[in-house]
T-cell receptor, first 114, second 113 residues
């Protein structure tokens, strides 16, 4: 079975600074990989996904993520953080591309300083 | 443009009481899901329904039942609530073709005293 770790429970960055959120997974084959964002009081929204092909994927809101098979990682990046990016971010790994096959990580809470 | 709608948004129960969480989606999706979210544990799948008339257990089904009433609606029932079921519950749906995108409701916060 697959598993996901997000080593950072809480990260604080200043507005305008760059951001990298870490995600490591365990899965025996090439996984389906996702990043979701949850704004306060809201449900989760898909930021980006990787199925195959180019290992650098672009998502919404200026986010990107890079799949590194050798490191079993799928880290999320943004070059310049905005105050509205304050939220909780979840990495998910899937054995298939339907929800019943997903495992979500514990989440990383991002705070943004003005 | 409702997407996925959950009711109620907040509920407080006493141990042993029962309740049903309602979920409806207007995107014509076949697949629907119920997750629970607990601090430090991410989302865990309770039950899912791949199509109208079918339901299957997820990772943490004990203490819950579900009904896929029709293509739009998927309800979650707690027959005898326990404090361990205090959580935030999310309903989600996904389109056919396996795009991997889940569309979530805004969540239902349940407290069991």
């Amino acid at each position: 079975a697959q598993s996901v770790t997000q080593p950072d429970i809480h990260i604080t960055v200043s507005e305008g600074a760059s951001l990298e959120l870490r995600c490591n997974y365990s899965y025996g084959a090439t996984p389906y990989l996702f990043w979701y964002v949850q704004s306060p009081g809201q449900g989760l929204q898909l930021l980006l996904k990787y199925f195959s092909g180019d290992t650098l994927v672009q998502g919404i809101k200026g986010f990107e993520a890079e799949f590194k098979r050798s490191q079993s990682s799928f880290n999320l990046r943004k070059p310049s953080v905005h105050w509205s990016d304050a939220a909780e971010y979840f990495c998910a790994v899937g054995a298939g591309n339907y929800g019943q096959n997903f495992v979500f990580g514990p989440g990383t809470r991002l705070s943004v300083l003005p | 443009n409702a997407g996925v709608t959950q009711t109620p948004k907040f509920q407080v129960l006493k141990t042993g009481q029962s309740m049903t969480l309602q979920c409806a989606q207007d995107m014509n999706h076949n697949s629907m899901y119920w997750y629970r979210q607990d601090p430090g544990m991410g989302l865990r799948l309770i039950y899912y329904s791949a199509s109208e008339g079918t339901t299957d257990k997820g990772e943490v089904p004990n203490g819950y039942n579900v009904s896929r009433l029709n293509k739009r609606e998927f309800s979650l029932r707690l027959e005898s609530a326990a404090p361990s079921q205090t959580s935030v519950y999310f309903c989600a749906s996904s389109p056919d073709g396996g795009t991997g995108e889940l569309f979530f409701g805004e969540g239902s916060r349940l407290t069991v005293l």
